[in-house]
C-alpha cells in the first residue's frame, strides 16, 4: 500500500505563499487519485482539493479557489499544494491522502484510506 509523507509547512504572514509536497511511495502513484485536506484546532477535517491520476482534472473548496493550486508529478510521485494570498483561517494542519477510486475525483474524507502524517501551516495577521 501506499504510504504518504508530507513537506514544506512552515509559519509565514498574511499574503505570504507556500508550497506543500507530498511524497508517496510504495505504490503505483498514477493510480490514485489524490486529495488534500486540513483540521484546524477543535474542528473536523475539511477537504481542500483533489486531482485526478493524470493530474488533468482538479477541484477546489471554496474557501481556497483561486488561492490554492493542486498539481502531480507522477514521474516523482509527489502530489504539490500551491498555497498564494495565505489568511489566518489557512491555519491548520495540512494532509495529503489517495484513494483507489473509479471515480475521477473524490472529495469526502471517508473515501481516502491513505494519510500521511501532516504538516503544520500557520499564518500570522
Known amino acids: 500500500q501506499v504510504q504518504l509523507v508530507e513537506s514544506g509547512g512552515g509559519l509565514v504572514q498574511a499574503g505570504d505563499s507556500l508550497r506543500l509536497a507530498c511524497a508517496a511511495s510504495?505504490?503505483?502513484?498514477?493510480?490514485?487519485?489524490m486529495g488534500w485536506f486540513r483540521q484546524a484546532p477543535g474542528k473536523e477535517r475539511e477537504f481542500v482539493a483533489s486531482?485526478?491520476?493524470?493530474?488533468?482534472?482538479?477541484y477546489y473548496a471554496d474557501s481556497v479557489k483561486g488561492r490554492f493550486t493542486i498539481s502531480r508529478d507522477n514521474a516523482k510521485n509527489t502530489l504539490y499544494l500551491q498555497m498564494n494570498s495565505l489568511k489566518p483561517e489557512d491555519t491548520a494542519v495540512y494532509y495529503c491522502?489517495?484513494?483507489?477510486?473509479?471515480?475521477?475525483?473524490?472529495?469526502?474524507?471517508?473515501?481516502?484510506?491513505?494519510w500521511g502524517q501532516g504538516t503544520q501551516v500557520t499564518v500570522s495577521s
Open positions: 510504495g505504490g503505483p502513484f498514477s493510480i490514485y487519485v
Open positions: 491522502a489517495a484513494s483507489q477510486s473509479n471515480y475521477v475525483l473524490e472529495i469526502d474524507v471517508e473515501r481516502f484510506p491513505y
Open positions: 486531482i485526478s491520476w493524470g493530474g488533468g482534472t482538479t
